[in-house]
């Protein structure tokens, strides 16, 4: 059994350390073997120019970021998947770094950028990124617990059921799915992303209200949640207000791909029988790297 | 705008003529431009052997329920699409016959099968598969409506995003899905389903219990609906008794695929991102023909 964390935030823009300071007090209340943090949940998300990214953006894993929240895993013996503005060169990614009780262990970037995003950030080039995390156990109970396969995707990669299914092909046990929710959408759909791929997800949001530049006000919808691999809620957050639920999951159940005695998931999939999911369509930009 | 109709019937298992007879009566209460009837809607789902599938199985388009299911449509100048299982020299295929004003016009074969029907039928063997169909009018309004883009897709295919999504990337604006549903899941699936892919969806679910030969038996789950490309519920039938709900649809909203001023969904896509979709997976069967 791993104990999983979705953390609701309601950071204020810009002010970092005060933004982390505050999840990391909210972490510390329950403990857990798995954090999921919103997306860019330290530095706020609604941007207003290009060099405001690029100040905001940190080097991963040597940002100040990172390394507090790789201090914190280490000494709660603990994982985190935190999103944030990384800076890359002179690219700027909407990542999600992935921290294990030993250290860094990679960084997700946002496949599918959403609105303003599409200024500000690069896109990533991959989906299907897992990470295998496990020997938890000194920090809470006391007792080793099992290993969970994490998947990441960010936000609006929820809106691409591609997206999730890379990461279900890839054999994530476990969505962890940092995002900064403005439209209503997202907390139902997961369910089906647990259903369709018979696995857990952990969707981190964030709350509160940001109205910068003189643009329209971005609402957050909080209601983060953890669902099972039946489209279960596990745990679901008010829509206002931060909050932070930790549930136990066996991470065994989203191994076993049978739907009942006929229809194993990933047998009854006719991959050749699909049309155009992979192939380029037209109008899609070629990344350059 | 189109008059699009979901048709949720009560068969009782092998009362073929009657059960059609009754079907047709309900579609007459109600004009419609297209009708969407359930899955095997004339003979029942709970068959007990091969050789009683293959005895109520009929021949496509020439069987006695795809000759009437036609002469319905030209007698209301209307569009059907149903199910019925379809025997194909010595296979059966648990299919949807697609029929315009004008008389025949296709045949999908259902692509995922569930449960026993691993048993009975041969698995189609591509998704995508979709009908333009147009020049409505002389039956309801008198005037001459616009066209539709129907894409088809049977009851268990739902749980395979890729199967809506191939539809969508054909070009569907409205997927037609009949449906037995027995497990609760699928009604507000579908809603992720037109969300993620813009589109219409109606589901034509039947209601009753079926419990033949000794077995366990089955209970659906009425609720049929139609859903637009936001996911909103524009009719849902109750989840018991015979019901009819006829919506008028604009096709074109399913052709505008921008979700905002900087994303469209198709060029949002990554394909080459993703991951597995369409190699062919550990486990796929060889589809012999």
């Given at each position: 059994?791993?104990?999983?964390?979705?953390?609701?935030?309601?950071?204020?823009?810009?002010?970092?350390?005060?933004?982390?300071?505050?999840?990391?007090?909210?972490?510390?209340?329950?403990?857990?073997?798995?954090?999921?943090?919103?997306?860019?949940?330290?530095?706020?998300?609604?941007?207003?120019?290009?060099?405001?990214?690029?100040?905001?953006?940190?080097?991963?894993?040597?940002?100040?970021?990172?390394?507090?929240?790789?201090?914190?895993?280490?000494?709660?013996?603990?994982?985190?998947?935190?999103?944030?503005?990384?800076?890359?060169?002179?690219?700027?990614?909407?990542?999600?770094?992935?921290?294990?009780?030993?250290?860094?262990?990679?960084?997700?970037?946002?496949?599918?950028?959403?609105?303003?995003?599409t200024c500000w950030f690069a896109p990533g080039r991959k989906a299907g990124a897992v990470w295998t995390i496990g020997a938890f156990g000194s920090g809470g109970s006391g007792k080793a617990t099992g290993s969970v396969k994490i998947g990441v995707m960010i936000c609006f990669d929820w809106f691409f059921p591609e997206t999730a299914r890379s990461l279900a092909l890839e054999g994530a046990d476990l969505i962890c799915h940092p995002a900064n929710l403005v439209l209503p959408y997202c907390p139902e759909a997961m369910r089906t992303r647990s259903i369709e791929n018979r696995l857990f997800t952990a969707t981190a949001d964030r709350v509160g209200t940001e109205a910068r530049g003189g643009r329209a006000p971005l609402t957050y919808i909080g209601r983060s949640q953890i669902t099972d691999p039946r489209g279960r809620l596990l745990f679901r957050a008010p829509a206002k207000g931060e909050a932070i639920g930790v549930v136990r999951i066996d991470p065994r159940q989203a191994r076993d791909k049978r739907l009942n005695s006929y229809n194993d998931l990933w047998e009854a999939r006719r991959p050749r029988a699909y049309r155009g999911l992979t192939v380029r369509c037209k109008g899609e930009r070629r990344i350059k790297d």
């Open positions: 059994m791993i104990r999983v964390g979705v953390v609701q935030t309601s950071p204020r823009f810009g002010r970092v350390a005060a933004n982390l300071a505050r999840a990391l007090r909210l972490m510390a209340t329950k403990p857990a073997d798995l954090y999921v943090l919103p997306e860019l949940f330290a530095t706020g998300y609604q941007f207003s120019s290009r060099a405001e990214v690029a100040r905001l953006a940190e080097p991963v894993p040597t940002g100040r970021t990172c390394r507090q929240l790789i201090a914190f895993a280490r000494r709660h013996r603990c994982a985190i998947v935190a999103g944030l503005p990384e800076r890359a060169g002179r690219r700027c990614y909407n990542s999600a770094v992935v921290i294990g009780p030993d250290g860094y262990l990679g960084c997700y970037r946002k496949l599918h950028l959403f609105g303003e995003e």
